[in-house]
């Protein structure tokens, strides 16, 4: 087929541009979608709609109850759940219908996407406009699409036998996989549009280079640390700032045996790692920021970008967390700004890091 045999070098002086600027366009969309499906997940967990389906159908899943009868089934198998008998029992009909539609959304949101990706990806390889090499890294993203899916109904199985709620481990491995997804989107979308040029009148150091690298390890480290914080429900406890509870190190960090288990499953001690974690990324932005002082401008420009973003998620965070003290419960709309907000920082991060990987 053409697509096989048509297959450019990116490097070649006579590339037409115009092919690259039309897949640049569709990988930054589909961007933009996984964000938008970063914040739909978020109000999935906030409005306890999770587990209100209880079937995986990746194809007839798309097509809703129709009819009472169908709504009546999908409630029954609703009713056979741990989450039913144990918190929402007595639910109406109409109650159900609610978080049913956000599940769905999401779940749906999760087909477009999918499809948002791969026909176009299809046509490109179709008609010979995908540049050589740049082809196994769009299938490796299209494998973590599907690989995202079923990741997303191991998490609900977790609260469909025993839990009245999702593993907070597999939550995590959801969630971050999302990420990762978004992040692979920029980066070849920066690769594809050369976002900055080689400098070589501003050479930067290697530690300069690894900072900016660490930043985004630490930043999806602190993605899983989130995830636990959702899942254990730990936003809900210890809602004060800068202090906890009025210490500095509150009680009941290493409650749990082995203390190693504190990390993971502690609801103080995972809220007390966010925070760190809050606090360690805006000094090494803010280190990293003035280390570039002699950097070519639009790298120090990205910095300062970046310096801010971590500034206003740790304010969201903040506010969520005291929000939750008053409300006994994390506000919705609260906490769907502060999860998307983390999906931008992302963003920011990787546009930031490969800046400084094309000028290193």
Known sequence: MRGARDMRDLSHPLVDETPLTAIRVWLFTVAGLVIAMIVIGGATRLTDSGLSI???????????????????????KYRQIPEYELVNKGMSLAEFKFIYWWEWAHRFFGRLIGIAYAVPLFVFW?????????????LAILALGGLQGLFGWYMVQSGLVERVD?????????????????????????????????????????SQHWTAAIIVAVLFLQVIIGAFVAGLK?????????LMDGALIPDGLLTLSP???????????????????????????VWHTVSLNRAAKPIITSSRILVLAFLVQASLGIWTLLAAAEAAEIPIWLGLVHQGGAAIVLAVSIWHAYRVHRAA
Do not use: C, M
Request: proline share 7%; charged share 10%.
């Open 54 to 76: 209880t079937e995986w159908l990746p194809l007839l899943g798309a097509i809703p109850p129709l009819s009472q009868q169908d709504w009546l089934l999908a409630f029954e």
């Open 259 to 285: 203390w190693h288990l504190n990390l993971i499953n502690n609801e103080t001690t995972v809220q007390f790692i966010h925070r760190l974690l809050a606090y360690l990324l805006i000094g090494l932005a």
């Open 126 to 138: 179709l008609l010979g406009r995908v540049p050589t090499g740049l082809l196994p890294k769009l």
């Open 166 to 206: 999702v593993s907070h481990y597999r939550l995590a491995l959801h969630l971050v996989t999302a990420f990762v997804i978004l992040a692979s989107l920029l980066w070849v979308a920066f690769d594809l549009a050369g976002d900055q040029p080689d400098d070589r009148s501003h050479p930067l150091r290697s």
């Open 234 to 242: 730990a936003g809900l406890t210890h809602n004060t700032w800068p």
